[in-house]
């Protein structure tokens, strides 16, 4: 019986110690937030360094959120001219930035998940910017300027998407799966360029220059864009 009652109290002792840490971890992990409409506002670091900075100029109403959790995480909103800006970055060392800015109002979004993950999305004069990186390492980039539409998506290790779009047009790239790179541009009005690229294969799209396609691992890579089509 004594035997029982030790063994016992080593289960209880044991558990205790674990909700401790645990609890322990969750505090220093920490989360910072903000959100503005028309001041500029920093939280953190955190225990462990986040940051999450939201600056909406006194132009307003502007809306500027930011959110940011992991090991020296670092999110940016920043927005003016009636537009709205939204941040959010997750994982070690992550980083994520949106800026909207410009007549007409403009939006952009991005969201960095993964270690070392980067988003950065930047609209200007009534564009929409949206930039999505998930996985380590993963870098997406999405501008879009004078009434544009830029849609990047980077998701797996490594994986890098590109998009850019000016005077009216629309560009999207997607990069799925490790070592994947996905680029779209457009320029020039009324066009429409899109890149996706799969298990580390290479898409480039513009409209103004041919495409190029490259296909590894049996995955995808296919362009549409004015300059013609590849895949």
Known sequence: MQTRIVQVGAVIAAVSLALIVART???????????????????GPSADGAVATCDAATDGPNGAMAKASGEDANATAE??????????????HSDSTAEAEGTGGSMAVSSAKGDDADATAEASGGSDAKATAKGDDSDATAEAESGSMAVSSAKGKDSDATAEAANGSNAQATASGTDSDAEASAENTGTNVTALATKGSTAIGSDTSPPTCMRRHGGKAVVTSPMGNCE
Request: charge should be negative.
């Open 25 to 43: 971890e969750a505090f220093a992990a920490g989360k910072e937030s903000c959100s503005t409409t028309t001041t500029d506002v920093s939280t």
């Open 79 to 92: 927005a003016s001219d009636g537009s709205d800006a939204k941040a959010t970055a997750k994982g070690g």
